[in-house]
């Protein structure tokens, strides 16, 4: 992450300001709001994908006879098929989820770079990008994208959850010397 201006290190700062009481609620209001925006994001895999093909988007796909960069697949174009509209899919993201957290729940500002690597991970396996050569999606492909996709989301909201209750409780761990 050169110089801290990487996805991983924005949610570990914004969390940190989200947690300081002193400061003004118009601050306050814009961390959050880009804590959940990046929270989110990292989640997408291709948002912590390859420098060289700018996360996706300099790699084009045709997508059920639409041309489109495969970043704007994985951040709309599938979930745009497959779902009337976002309250549909978060609705059916929770009854898949169950979403409980633990009274003593806390959160470590370094879980942020397992977040990246979780993504990374995905990005070496072959479920991301499609098979090379083959830039159509295929049915296969999008199947299985929206699995990942359901999965990686509401995922992205467990953890959101259990971050902002620790920063609402007070229970964060800036150096992570306890589980």
């Known amino acids: 992450c050169h110089e801290g ?12 300001r989200l947690d300081m009481e002193a400061l003004a609620n118009s601050e ?9 925006h990046l929270t989110g994001d990292i989640h997408q895999p291709l948002h912590s994908g390859f ?22 697949l994985w951040d709309e174009g599938i979930i745009r098929r497959h779902h009337k509209d976002w309250k549909q ?8 989820q169950e979403l409980s957290l633990p009274e003593n729940s806390s ?10 690597n979780d993504s990374h991970q995905i990005i070496l396996g072959d479920r991301v990008y499609p098979a090379q050569g083959k830039y159509k999606i295929s049915r296969k492909f ?10 990686r989301l509401g995922l992205a909201g467990s953890r959101l959850a259990r971050m902002l209750s620790a920063i609402r409780t007070g229970k964060v761990d800036p150096t992570c010397t306890q589980n």
Request: aromatic share 10%.
């Open 107 to 116: 959160w470590c500002l370094n879980e942020a770079n397992d977040w990246t």
């Open 51 to 72: 420098a060289d093909d700018r996360g996706g988007n300099s790699v084009t796909v045709n997508y059920h006879g639409t041309e489109m960069p495969l970043h704007t």
């Open 28 to 36: 306050r209001k814009k961390a959050f709001n880009w804590l959940c």
């Open 89 to 96: 899919l978060s609705q059916q993201l929770i009854q898949q």
């Open 5 to 16: 201006r990487c996805i991983t290190e924005k949610i570990k700062y914004f969390a940190s």
């Open 142 to 151: 999008e199947r299985q994208a929206e699995q990942l996709i359901q999965t």
